[in-house]
């Protein structure tokens, strides 16, 4: 079982739907969650962070949390064609030392 | 402008020749790591550092070396590359090692190993 898993994609979703992006991960003692957008031939950069069960809201963007199933979920509300990129979930370990990444879920925004 | 610069973007090189690839930060932070990215793998981290002088191997050092003399600096070594190097890198740094710091990303250096 991979430490971060995401499922790859790619998903295609329609301008101004609701895009839900998936992340699970293995190491119970993580306390952070990050999720950072790549745009193709780009670096990650950093759109949500989480720490606590429940949903975090920024803009269009929701980050759910559920630490009893390891479950972190990335809500894009009103989705836009510039929304597509890569989405990569990243958990620190515990203590903090090392992140790990998932591989990431594509997303297409269909104008 | 606060950012992590990594030289150079594109590298193609034979098999077993030295390379350096630099990355700096002038963000003053603590914390310094190396990444590659290959497709369906993700970023999978190879070497960290915490601080001056303290560096330590992630999930894929093999193959690779790193140093930390200054705070600002931390370049990626590849003694003897091999065709498997072949990757995009990407260094990253952070304020701290703690676990709610964002990391920030350089440009990503695209090498080749023929």
């Known amino acids: 079982q991979k430490e971060v898993e995401q499922n790859s994609g790619p998903l295609s979703v329609p301008e101004g739907a609701i895009a839900s992006l998936n992340c699970t991960y293995s190491d119970r003692g993580s306390q952070s969650f990050f999720w950072y957008r790549q745009y193709s031939g780009k670096s990650p950069e950093l759109i949500m962070s989480?720490?606590?069960?429940g949903d975090k809201e920024d803009g269009r963007f929701t980050a759910q949390l559920n630490k009893a199933s390891q479950y972190v979920s990335l809500l894009i509300r009103d989705s836009q064609p510039s929304d597509s990129a890569t989405y990569l979930c990243a958990v620190p370990n515990t203590g903090g030392f090392k992140t790990i990444f998932g591989a990431g879920t594509r997303l297409f925004v269909k104008a | 402008e606060a950012q992590v610069t990594q030289n150079p973007r594109y590298l193609i090189t034979v098999t077993g020749k030295k390379l350096t690839v630099t990355c700096s930060q002038n963000m003053n932070h603590e914390y310094m790591s190396w990444y590659r990215q290959d497709p369906g793998l993700g970023l999978r981290q190879i070497y960290y550092s915490m601080n001056v002088e303290v560096t330590d191997k992630g999930d894929v050092p093999e193959g690779y070396k790193v140093s930390r003399k200054e705070k600002r600096n931390f370049p990626l070594i590849l003694e003897s590359p091999s065709p498997n190097q072949t990757s995009l890198y990407f260094c990253?740094?952070?304020?701290?090692?703690?676990?709610?710091?964002?990391?920030?990303f350089g440009q990503g250096t695209r090498l080749t190993v023929v």
């Open positions: 989480i720490y606590s069960n």
């Open positions: 990253a740094s952070s304020l701290s090692q703690g676990i709610r710091t964002e990391a920030f």
